[in-house]
């Protein structure tokens, strides 16, 4: 009887270790969105977690005093009571005494270890990964009462801690930082357990790539701007109205530098109708102007407020460089959309090959995500599309034919619109031979 009870009081100090093992463990692994989530639903532990998190230096310092001090008493109380009468045992069966005493106290130091390892540290913390906002909130208000009671010796612990650390050079902080390849992770993963439909994984992206992009990779630029000179006759604003699907155009005086302001085809319309002569001047809309230095996300915000979701582009000089519209946002997020958003769907195309067909006016940041060619995506370019990408490489206006090796990878100019740059055939380094 009294060995069972010994072996019981062991038990109780191992599975105590398990719960200072598993506490530390959900403490640290809790998501915070969820612990303030759980709070703010009435959860009291869950708000105790955020507590002990608040100061993780403190809570981790008296997590380690209780458990050094169970690992301290389990390991003396068992090398006390059982490895002397183990060594009578052993005696007993007729070990030579000289040998059993130095036996029994390794076989009781390498049960006492195999116990403490799945009993007090590697089966308590699978439970704690299994569902960690859940087991921090169940065991914070005992370890609340752990942190309070070894307090003393725990700000002894944490300061002598941070010595250290500042020694080292080394930098703490209370704040857990989340990095943006971090949440692309948590999509991905997201995605491949089912929880994310693909379409919402690639509608998450473009959030993010739109968010990293300036206006220079959103807008229209300008040679693909459709305007109207307030010189020209009706019959030559009716015609370019006829052959072009948009609804508001902006209105210029010889260049479309002089932009005047914009106009809709419905007024113009309106007018035509009605048999009288199209008077653009009185129809005119005020346009804002922005800056080609901005972000995407200073221009949404200007296009929330303008009444015709419209913003021209112009550069340091004052010249036009392009046209951003509220449809030119939403394709930058969620691709090419039919209609006045695009009239030629831009694509990239893998071949059997396992080369890519791409149009070279698509963004580099999402040319380099698909095809996963992370150099292109470079913070400090001064580029936004792939064709600016081809022309920062080649430092010249290349021809139909022309190709580009960089770091491995061939860029082949497949076709050229005048001086522009239309479509790129892009191939992978060769894989090396195993």
Known sequence: MGYLFEIGVIFILLVLNGLFAMSELAVVSSRRPRLEAMAAKGSKGAATVLKLAANPGRFLSSVQIGITLVGIL???????TLSEPFAEFLVAQGVPASFASALSIAVVVGLITYFSLVIGELVPKQIALSNP???????????LGVAFVASPVAIVLEMSSRLIIGAL?????????VTEEEIKAVIAEGTNSGILEPEEKELMAGVMRFSDRSIRAVMIPRPDITGIDLDWDDQRIIEAIATSSHS??????????????????????????????????????????????????DVLDTLRRSPLQMVMVID?????????TAADILTAIVGNLGGEASEELSEIVQRADGSWLIDADLGVDLVAEKIDCKGLDDPDRDYETLAGFVLSV??????????????????EIVDMDGRRIDKVLVTAPAQPQP
């Open 394 to 411: 080649t430092k010249a206006i290349p021809t139909t034919g022309d190709v580009v090796d960089w770091r491995g990878w061939r860029f």
């Open 74 to 80: 389990a390991g003396a109380y068992s090398g006390a």
């Open 248 to 297: 508001r155009y902006p209105v210029f005086t010889g260049s479309i530098d002089m932009v005047q302001g914009v106009i809709q085809a419905k007024d113009l319309l309106d007018q035509h109708l009605k048999g009288e002569p199209l008077d653009l001047r009185s129809r005119i809309r005020q346009v804002d102007m922005v800056p080609d230095t901005a972000s995407a996300l």
């Open 133 to 143: 906002e859940a087991v921090a909130s169940l065991m914070a208000r005992p370890m």
């Open 169 to 177: 050079g080394l930098k703490t902080t209370g704040e857990s930082t």
């Open 316 to 324: 340091e000089y004052g010249s036009v460089e392009g046209m951003v």
